[in-house]
């Protein structure tokens, strides 16, 4: 596949509503509704009723005019404390390699790879109040190149307080951006699991110049 020219890619791609996510068909359980009632107002979202649907995003955009770059990766979803039943979903990547963030508080802030939607149970004390509902985003980091197109996978999972396999989760929004030096600098502090991806992709020529330094 040859290199997109520089005029041709986009640093950003954005999908605010669930109706432009780039679902992947046919679609596994997951039903796009809109939730938006006597509010008046239109708040789409695909949802899930049971473990183990899965709604496969992708290939996600190329946002960058190198051959090979390290890109965020953002999953808005609806987080709610509201009734009983909110479960969680599994985050996973085919074609590209993905990593948590490297942040101190990586696990509160941007779960990654298993995610909570029942704000009672999430890590964020934030989120620890009655009737919260409200779209949530995480955050991870993917190793990207254009020759192998990248999927995400979110995967409904089981959670500990629901009972059996009848909970539920909505997904709302996502958006991918090229990492600016300053961050993939952030990035690469070793022992960091991004740093180890950076490692991976040098040895295995990636040429992304921001790379070069990297051992």
């Not at 640093?11 to 938006?36: H, I, N, Q, R």
């Not at 979903?89 to 790879?113: A, D, R, T, V």
């Not at 995610?115 to 999430?122: E, F, L, N, S």
Request: aromatic share 6%; charged share 20%.
């Amino acid at each position: 596949m040859s290199t997109p020219s520089p005029d041709d890619v986009p640093t950003e791609t954005c999908y605010d509503s669930a109706e432009l996510l780039p679902v992947k068909k046919p679609v596994l359980g997951f039903a796009l509704a809109d939730e938006g009632g006597d509010k008046g107002v239109r708040k789409m979202g695909y949802i899930s009723r049971q473990v183990g649907d899965e709604l496969v995003l992708g290939p996600i955009p190329y946002v960058s005019q190198r051959k090979c770059t390290m890109a965020s990766v953002s999953v808005g979803y609806l987080l709610s404390s509201t009734n009983q039943n909110h479960g969680a979903f599994h985050i996973s990547c085919k074609g590209c390699k993905c990593s948590p963030i490297h942040n101190p508080f990586q696990k509160e802030l941007y779960p990654f790879p298993m995610v909570q939607t029942d704000a009672r149970m999430v890590r964020n004390p934030a989120f620890h109040e009655n009737n919260i509902s409200i779209t949530a985003n995480t955050e991870f980091w993917a190793i990207m190149t254009p020759s192998s197109p990248c999927v995400v996978i979110l995967t409904h999972a089981h959670t500990k307080n629901v009972i059996k396999n009848s909970s539920r989760v909505r997904i709302d929004s996502f958006s991918v951006a090229d990492l600016d030096d300053g961050m993939l600098g952030y990035a690469d502090r070793r022992g960091s699991g991004t740093h180890r991806l950076m490692v991976q992709s040098v040895r295995k020529n990636c040429t992304d110049n921001r790379f070069t330094n990297i051992n």
